[in-house]
């Protein structure tokens, strides 16, 4: 039967949850025509009821306790923008059972924990939306699970995390050291007090096991992607990447070769002319590859207030229609394949190496020995400078397989004429 209102609970009103309210008051006409029935926020759980708030709201909708929301037989959708794993996974997993549908914005939930919740969707025969988990505003999920459902994805890689991709923006543009922007990213709000889960990779991580799941069939974990940050990124590598043509960027990545899934979250140089190559500031950007629609890119702003909650009040919208249509549980799961997780060592590359070596004859043949008894074959190699008796080498290699640059990287370090090895930077050229 057609409802007249939906309730919804809300779980957190901090900076997404704030911008779902705005969202649902400042279009609540248009929304209401979209579903034929009205969308109400009915409770609302916060930690602190004496906190100040930027928007007003009716105290009366405020609650501290999860089992208001989840045990009203009233709500029909319950919204989860709380942050962190716990308590957000009892309270889904509670609510879930209490037949609520789910929307939620949580990464780390989804990333660690999707399968267990989404089967318990499934048992009970709920739906559970997560647009938001990923890339803020630009609609990826919803593509992936269904417009580009008819394909078979190669790859998916993107520009998930705005902080760290603000972080070498600066770096590149005004040529300020990774500190210094950071610190400017934390003045602006884009970056937390403790940046650590961005500039380390891990919100990214979590992005690309999220995505890799659903473009792969295959159930990725967080704990599954290989993961290095960028705080290891200086000024001279981002300088000699702009010199060959490239720029420096956090990619997250997953590939599907038939032969198992390499998932990584990592620093890399791309070409110039690579779509994500423009993607700057907090801005996001997700590129896809299926074999029958060939490449497509998502742009936008992969967090904020207003373009998440978009993402948020987006999937409310849809739950809603499934519910007037009598409907649910719709898309769910799409993880029904086993796949291989590949180690990073297994992975081919080429790579960038900037080295610090003693400046005298003979160096560069120790090194290019030391490379090519492991089968690195070099591709270019630039003397970069000459200070006193030591000097910069950098290496680009050709396609190589990251066991052997390991293991050649590590007998260059043995050598003596081998000060430091400075960087190694994976290089995505397609
Ligand atoms: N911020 C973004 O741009 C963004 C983008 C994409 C996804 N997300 C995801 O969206 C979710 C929410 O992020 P946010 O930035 O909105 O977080 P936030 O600003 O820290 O807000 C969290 C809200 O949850 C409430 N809360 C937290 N723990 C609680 C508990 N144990 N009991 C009751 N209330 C609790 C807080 O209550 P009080 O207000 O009383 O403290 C606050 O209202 C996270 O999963 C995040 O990863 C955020």
């Known amino acids: 039967m057609k409802k007249n209102v939906i309730n919804v609970g809300l779980l957190g009103l901090g900076t997404v949850g704030s911008g779902v ?15 034929n029935a009205h969308l109400l926020i009915k409770s609302i759980l916060v ?3 004496g906190k100040e708030r930027d928007l007003v709201i009716d105290r009366e909708l405020l609650v501290n306790e999860p089992i208001k929301i989840i045990n009203d037989p009233e709500i029909d959708i319950v919204v989860e923008v709380l942050g962190g794993v716990e308590p957000a996974r009892t309270i889904i997993l509670k609510a879930i059972e209490n037949g609520k549908h789910i929307v939620t914005a949580n990464k780390e939930l ?3 924990y999707g399968k267990e919740i989404l089967e318990a969707a499934d048992q009970f025969g709920v739906d559970v939306y997560f647009e938001a988990s990923v890339g803020g505003g630009i609609p990826i999920i919803h593509p992936l699970k269904e417009s580009l459902a008819a394909n078979k994805i190669s790859k998916v890689m993107g520009i ?24 400017q990213a934390q003045a602006l709000g884009y970056a937390e007090k403790d ?18 799941s659903i473009a792969f069939n295959a159930r990725v974990t967080a704990k599954d992607v290989y993961t290095e940050g960028v705080s290891k990124i200086t000024f001279e590598d981002i300088t000699y990447a702009e010199e060959l043509d490239y720029v420096i960027k956090l990619i997250a990545l997953a590939k ?15 070409p110039k002319t690579h779509p994500l190559a423009s993607v700057k500031d907090v801005y996001n950007a997700i590129f896809v590859e299926g074999d029958s629609v060939g490449e497509v890119m998502f742009f936008g702003k992969g967090a904020g207030s207003l373009p998440t909650a978009s993402s948020i009040v987006g999937d409310m919208i849809d739950i809603a229609r499934n519910l007037q249509q009598g409907r649910s549980g719709i898309i769910g799961c799409t993880c029904f394949e086993q796949k291989r997780i590949k180690s990073i060592n297994e992975i081919t590359s080429c790579y960038y190496l900037l080295m610090d070596v003693i400046d005298q004859p ?21 003397q970069k400078q000459s200070r006193g008796i030591n000097a910069d080498l950098m290496f680009m290699t050709h396609q190589v397989c990251e066991s052997n640059l390991r293991d050649a990287i590590k007998e260059i ?11 190694v930077i994976r290089v995505e050229t397609s």
């Open 21 to 35: 309210v705005k969202i649902l008051l400042e279009h609540k006409d248009s929304i209401s025509r979209k579903i």
């Open 47 to 49: 930690r602190s009821f």
């Open 110 to 112: 989804m990333a660690n």
């Open 160 to 183: 998930v995390n705005g902080t760290t991709n603000y972080i070498l923006t600066k770096m590149a543009e005004d040529g300020c050291s990774f500190e210094k922007a950071l610190k």
């Open 195 to 212: 940046p650590k889960a961005d500039i380390e990779g891990e919100d990214a991580a979590a992005k690309i096991a999220i995505l890799a």
């Open 256 to 270: 599907d070769d038939g032969n198992g899934i390499d998932v990584r979250v990592h620093p890399a140089m791309i």
């Open 362 to 382: 003979g160096v560069l043949a120790k090194i290019a020995k030391a490379f090519g008894d492991h089968k690195v074959s070099i591709n270019s190699v630039i």
């Open 413 to 423: 370090k043995r050598l003596a004429v081998v000060n430091k090895i400075n960087n």
